[in-house]
């Protein structure tokens, strides 16, 4: 694997990654978990520092193109948004449903969407 890879440092507190891997779940499930932990966490930062609620499409395909050149690929970036916006339609289209602002989603509140799902 390289370097760019081993140094990839998630946005999901290790906390909440080990609350996951103790989960009485499918590993697909965890997997799952786990990337819907990240998506939210980075959604929060682009709206951090955006100073938005949730981040608009504009943004979220401007920080999927400022990941892509970090991994010098270009053509990552549009993979990547197209991953990022589906996570994004999901999580808004559950905080809806729960009557719960998105960035505002737990842990809880993931194992109860991807339960759903299953």
Sequence with gaps: MSDQFNSFMS??????V?????LDVSTL???????LS???EVFRDISL?????FPSEILLKKWCEDEAKKLKDDSFSVLLFEQM?????KLKNYSKKIGKDVL????????????LEN
């Design 11 to 16: 946005p999901v507190k290790k906390e909440v």
């Design 18 to 22: 080990y609350q996951i891997e103790r």
């Design 29 to 35: 499930q965890k997997l799952h978990l786990k990337l």
């Design 38 to 40: 990240h998506c939210l």
């Design 49 to 53: 520092k955006a100073d938005k609620d």
């Design 85 to 89: 916006n589906s996570a994004a339609i």
């Design 104 to 115: 505002n989603l737990n842990l809880d509140d993931l194992i109860n969407l991807t339960s």
